[in-house]
């Protein structure tokens, strides 16, 4: 009888836990960054950023301002100072990573450029579309996905309990489907033209999460049972994928224990894809379509393990005949 209160009262309070742990007081860790001077510049604008921010940014330099750019537009860096003659400096950055990265590397950067006496220019060099200004719409989009795939995991096996595994990894499929052609609607230029990211490609890899949300879901509910795999699907899903996606600011941004999720969880493996394809020139495609792929496949050997184990549960009930059926 207690059951049912004590999952919901953990689940709830470790969802409060986990997104008030990550998002209270965000500061970068490792945040890479590069400056573009010489190598004794580069050593000393580093000390710098740490003295402003310790252990916040992962400088490297780079030899010219064109290398520099090209790291930001496939985000292998987040900023750059570039150094200059006559007390000047550049410094940049990829509106598309959103406004906290912005300015964090903006006022660091400053400081620096204030203790060095530069006069600090700024130049965006991957904008944010102007449908998506801060750089929100794929948390959105991806928050939306894996709370309906959740949901119709859960609602498979109370609506349909002994559908036949094919019909239901069938279903699976279809509202995968489904699920990304909306989001590719809603997101691309026929609705609010937020992710700039191809069609064929943002609907892909979003119905891929929906599949890996779904399927994690159906699989966590026969190998638990619905009482315990229902909350530790949402808390795996909704509560540490979304928190750890990627989605609001970059993982950098995370505490240390939450950190490698982001790379593991199917929500940010998916984030990260939607917005390499929209801004990044397919950072992280490759290896978020193997992260979702893995998470489906792996769920659908666990609910079809599972059930073979209990064909009962798995198959419609043969019809009875009847006493008056045999005597006739």
């Not at 790291?71 to 509106?95: D, F, H, P, W």
């Not at 229902?230 to 224990?257: C, D, E, F, I, Q």
């Amino acid at each position: 009888m207690l059951l049912p209160l004590v999952t919901v009262v953990a689940t709830g309070t470790v969802f409060v836990s986990v997104y008030l742990a990550a998002f209270h007081a965000p500061t970068p860790r490792d945040l890479p960054v590069a400056v573009v001077g010489t190598p004794q510049q580069a050593r000393q604008i580093a000390d710098d950023l740490d003295r402003s921010m310790v252990d916040g940014f992962q400088v490297r330099r780079l030899a010219t301002e064109g290398a520099a750019r090209g790291a930001l537009k496939n985000r292998s860096i987040y900023a750059a100072y570039v150094t200059g003659t006559g007390g000047s400096a550049e410094m940049l950055y990829a509106g598309a990573n959103g406004p906290s990265v912005t300015a964090t590397a903006g006022d660091a950067f400053a400081d620096v450029a204030s203790a060095r006496g530069d006069a600090l220019g700024r130049q965006d060099v991957v904008p944010a579309p102007a449908g998506d200004t801060r750089s929100m719409s794929v948390f959105y989009a991806s928050f939306g996905v894996v709370l309906s795939g959740f949901l119709f995991g859960t609602a498979t096996y109370q609506t349909a309990p002994r559908l036949r595994f094919h019909w239901r990894m069938a279903s699976l499929g279809l509202f995968g489907a489904v699920a990304g052609t909306m989001v590719a609607l809603l997101t691309g230029s026929p609705g609010f033209d937020a992710l700039p990211g191809p069609f064929l490609g943002i609907a892909g890899v979003v119905a891929l999460l929906g599949a890996a949300a779904g399927g994690a879901t159906m699989a966590l509910t026969r190998l638990l049972g619905p009482a315990i795999g229902t909350p530790v699907a949402s808390v795996l899903l909704l509560t540490l994928g979304n928190s750890t996606s990627g989605g609001s600011m970059p993982p950098h941004y995370l505490p240390t224990w939450l950190n490698p999720l982001s790379d593991i969880l199917p929500v940010g493996a998916a984030v990260r894809a939607v917005q390499g394809m929209s801004h990044f020139e397919s950072d992280g495609l490759v290896s978020g379509i193997i992260n979702l792929t893995l998470w489906t496949v792996v769920s659908a050997a666990v609910v079809y393990k599972r059930e073979a184990r209990s064909p009962q549960e798995g198959r419609s009930p043969s019809p009875r005949r009847t006493p008056s059926a045999v005597s006739r």
